[in-house]
Nanobody
Framework: QVHLQESSPGLVKPSQTLSLTCTVS??????????WSWIRQPPGKALEFVGY???????YYTPPLRSRTSISRDTSKNQFTLRLNSVTPEDTAVYYC????????????????????WGKGTQVTVSS
């Protein structure tokens, strides 16, 4: 069974860097054909796609966040990490990591069920 677990940074101050790690078990993050994604849901709003890292290491970031986003991985720990720079209160959301075999599952995502597996989510609040 595939399991994804987000880390819990909790409160982040404006202008700082948000760092979230997803620990994966049950499948290697380098296994052929998987795309490891970050998605978020701001309060009262729909799911937003943030970006993904492919099994090859290739990354894609949604254009509105591209200049502030990076995703990296530690294959020895089977983890991938989201970093979002210069956060503002608008980055407050529940952040989820998820996996899909579909590289086209990006900005059109509507629900977590569109992914094959996903974590429980972690609340990130940006506030001074």
């Amino acid at each position: 069974q595939v399991h994804l677990q987000e880390s819990s940074p909790g409160l982040v101050k404006p202008s700082q860097t948000l760092s979230l790690t997803c620990t994966v078990s049950g499948v290697s993050i380098t296994a052929n054909g998987y795309y490891w994604s970050w998605i978020r849901q701001p309060p009262g709003k729909a799911l937003e796609f943030v970006g993904y890292m492919a099994y090859t290491g290739l990354t894609y970031y949604t254009p509105p966040l591209r200049s502030r986003t990076s995703i990296s991985r530690d294959t020895s720990k089977n983890q991938f990490t989201l970093r979002l720079n210069s956060v503002t209160p608008e980055d407050t959301a529940v952040y989820y990591c998820a996996v899909s075999p579909d590289p086209g599952l990006r900005e059109t995502v509507e629900r977590l069920g569109d992914f094959s597996f996903w974590g429980k989510g972690t609340q990130v609040t940006v506030s001074s």
